[in-house]
């Protein structure tokens, strides 16, 4: 493996961590899900790298439903929902944006150091990919940490699946059967968000997930 | 593929979900629920005899035979209490026919999914079937579509969605500790080929797998701190599904954590989890023990109850060895049956009382005294008194942990004594004193929860010599 | 012989930028000036304001002390030194050894410093407003540009710019994604420091939206001429360094004769007019930001600038 198929697949990756960075960053529905559609087209772009150079054709269906699903048909679709429902716009988050991104950089230094050193004895290529998708896969449970919104916390849960995609193309040889869940999970996913957003909107008339909050159970 | 009852226990799950989706008429559903419940129950039981070859998708052993045994015959049960109490659910307008067709056709998928998980032996397969299943329950919870419904199936959703996608990041780093090993491609997702072959695996790669497996599936598996959606999701959800969800879904998740503990165990520089297990398990135990006592909703108190006993179960598991293993594989056994019987209970008296809140449900053994004497037998089960086969297992680990860790068998005690106490004095409040609340006849059948309790008392005086060897040839599997 | 060659070499350098430094600004004007379908001021205008500056009585306020009649020297020394010490159309110049990236940093620091400390002298407020902004764009411009340094240091192996810049040079570099957030981080804080829109509009009069030339108001004569001839300096400084850096085609190296130095300097023409047009391009696009969105705009620089830092440790561990 030459000095450019890994120099173009860590380009690849790390704009992937820095896409992440770029939603944390969003405060508006709409371009946050346009970062979200770049993300995913990143990330098909990876995966369609790896494929060329781990020579696994089967990698290229993971990049195909990577870039349609993930790149096209769901950022439109919530788009879609958000116009029907009127959903209010800005997303309001839990602690300020500078705090918001100093935990991001921890958080992808924690990783990048933690892989490193475990992966100690693994093949390059592999190790830069598990490290960038560990900090992918930590921003996007940051993200669903530090939003309100409840378009927002999806939009992090979706980033954590790219984040999860990038990892399982990493590993050399991984059967078919990991893609498959990855995507069904996405389809299943999407169809119970569609669900949950539809009816709580129906209920609180927002999707503020702080006034959910006022019926926690425990308060009872 | 020649029809073997390993592919029954998932073909017919699988074949009846799509049947239920399409008729209409619940009370035909309902039945076909129970058939089709019973089916796999038969198919399972066959299993305990004659034994296909494990493949590279499928595998029987000891330790998972005994799982499927044990949940297809709640399944079966819960299927039929689920019968009659759906038909008063219906009839009181909490949920409307079309629900009902969906609400079966996904217990199918539930239980096709959590018997897909046990017998996986593809660790890919397996996450899958897991993941299947938390989704199913997500949709189930929010069934009834109330604002605390929704609350809690958002926030299962969402916490559950972070625990799988952890678990699969560690099933991810599984796979990279075994690629260099067994070699690219299938095998090395395979875990019967795994274990034989995990002494050889990185054992930095297996120590973080399991860290984030332990951080997934523990989520699943109800441990504090990654509890948060358990008391929420009991409470909202249907009460078969919370009967499901403590007595099948949490021990397969619990399953699937011992299968990996089994590929650490062979490999020797690889960190020990007993310890992280043992931790975890206590900490729930006291947490949740303590969260008893303050608890208003019935519903609630047993999820936190249901925390507390798979904080035990852990910490057995944790603990190892032949004693502590054949420990917690038994209290497994008896808390599934006790749990899910109380919450059969459970059920129809929030039905009868019309609320799940327990200052407004009082006196129950005077107005209903076949439903008031079971819940009180059940929670008599579930505190750990003898002579139910709850207060056997519970013993077990206290005197295996005192051999050999006194003052964890302290806490241990010390944790169980404050979850009793608080469960008897929340009884105290529903099932004796002044009637409180409606005392409408309960149309009901109680076989299915005398069934269960008959089962524990059955196994606390007198377990047969043959169950006896096949726990601890199994606890001896699990190393 | 040898020496007194790499004395000249040096000294034209010198020269070479400090002539160049006010051109480069009237480039810039020019072009901003015909985006915008005006004619413009002449290209030589800015040379024309210096000389006619310098031949003004300087008028002091009575408040001033020793440092606000000093300042501009000092100021002006800094800015001077650190532009030839970037090395424009040759690497291995004479006193390169010195043209450590971390001092050219702290030369402009400390000019930085002097000019706000004389914005507060006088006791304006208008100069108080501009001191606090300046300062507060420093502190988060100088990590963003520490975190540069370091991503440099850790690809070519040294904080010297020479080396720096023929390592870039040399095949050797390869295609990576922490030049990028580099360049990119670089771009940002150049355009901080510098004072451009979108920080801080360079042809303003309105004072409360001042940032640098709140800080000089008080300046006339001499001083306000060895003060705006700073500036230019500073800002062909920048331009040489992203250029060095990041194109560092047509540096020739240590060594090469005359008429390759020629044709050094000739590309070094071409690239400063390729960074003026774009400067220029880009502050005619954009507008002006509120100033408490600076700090949001050089926390970005400071992020892509770690981001680099810990790509490269993740590319550099095997």
Redesign the interface.
Known sequence: MS??DF??A??LA??L??IS?LELYQDRLYALLNVYALHALTLAASVAWQALIQDAPHLYVTAAIALTFKAIVIPLALHRIIVKLGIHREIEKVVG??ST?LAG?GL??LS?V?M???????D?L???D?????SV?LL??LM?VTRRN?VG?VVG?MS??NG?VL??TG?????L??E???A??IL??FI?IG??LF??RE??DTVD?AA??R????R? | MSFDALSGVLLVPAAAAALLAALPDYRLTARLNVVATTLTLACALSLLFARPASGRYLLIDDLNATFIVLTTFVGFTTSVFSASYIGHELAIGRLTPPFVRFYHAMYQVLMLAMNLALVANNIGLMWVAIEVATLTTVLMVGIYRTHEALEAAWKYFILGSVGIGLALFGTILVYMAAQPVVGEGLDAMVWSVLVKRAGAFDPAFLDLAFVFLLLGYGTKVGLAPLHAWLPDAHAEGPTPISAVLSGLLLNVALYALLRYKMLLAVNAGALAPGPLMVTLGLVSLVFAAFMLYRRRDIKRLFAYSSIEHMGIITFAFGMGGPLANFAGLLHMTMHSLTKSAIFFAVGHVAQVKGTQRIADMGGLTETHPVLGWGLVLGVVAIAGLPPLGIFMSEFLVVTSTFARAPLLALVLVFGLLVGLAGLFLRLNSIAFGAPRGPSAKAEASYVPMFAHLLLVLIAGVYMPAALVAWFQNVAGLLG | MVLIRDLAIQGAQMLLVLLLAPLFTGFVRKVKARLLRRQGPPLIQPYRDLIRLSRKEVVLAESASWLFRVVPYLVFAATWVAASLVPTFRTGLMFSWSADLIAIIALLGSARFFLALAGLDVGTSFGGIGSSREVMIASLAEPAMLMIVFTLALIAGSTQLSTIAQFMASPAVGLRVSLALALIALVLVAIAENGRVPVDNPATHLELTMVHEAMVLEYSGRHLALIELSASLKLILYVSLVACLFAPWGIESAGAALPALAVGVGAYVVKLAVGGFLLGLFETSIAKMRVFRVPEFLGIALMLGLLATLFRFVSTSF
């Open positions: 000095r450019i120099d173009i860590h380009l790390g704009s961590v820095l960075f944006i500078g991104m950089m992808v230094a990048l933690v490193l050193r475990i992966t100690h004895g693994a390059p592999a190790r830069e598990l490290a960038f998708a560990l896969v996007g449970l669903m409840a916390q849960f954590l699946e999860l990892a399982a590993a050399r040889g991984m059967p059967v990991v498959i869940s990855v069904f999970s299943i996913a119970v669900i949950f009816r709580i209920r609180f997930v959910l909050d019926f926690r159970g425990e009872r």
